[in-house]
């Protein structure tokens, strides 16, 4: 069983930073993509960013340029760096973990991150 734990969310100003951290444990060796989803009040959930085992990235084309997304294999650590945030990114954040084979997706408990205007 892998356990995704998520932190560092909160509550920041237009034009701040947040790191957010999501640490995996258990049987985690495994996980091949590692990332963060977001989910807004009354809107759909969308991929922020993702990274590979291998540090390919991919990222949602409204935090290009702002968040960079970074994984510690080691540690089965994945971060990511929120600079220049705005009211929009105001959203619930959930770490999620991908393992290609057998299929399966792990999530975190979801952190919040508020940015105020």
């Known amino acids: 069983q892998v356990q995704l734990v998520e932190s560092g969310g909160g509550l920041v100003q237009a034009g701040g930073s947040l790191r957010l951290s999501c640490a995996a444990s258990g049987n985690s060796f495994n996980i091949d993509v590692m990332g963060w989803y977001r989910q807004a009040p009354g809107k759909q959930r969308d991929l922020v960013a993702s990274?590979?085992?291998?540090?390919?990235?991919n990222y949602a084309n409204s935090v290009k340029g702002r968040f960079t997304i970074s994984r510690d294999n080691a540690q089965n650590t994945v971060y990511l760096q929120m600079n220049s945030l705005k009211p929009e990114d105001t959203a619930v954040y959930s770490c999620?973990?991908?393992?290609?084979?057998?299929?399966?997706?792990?999530w975190g408990q979801g952190t919040q991150v508020t940015v105020s205007s």
């Open positions: 990274t590979t085992r291998g540090g390919s990235t």
């Open positions: 999620y973990g991908l393992r290609w084979a057998p299929y399966y997706t792990y």
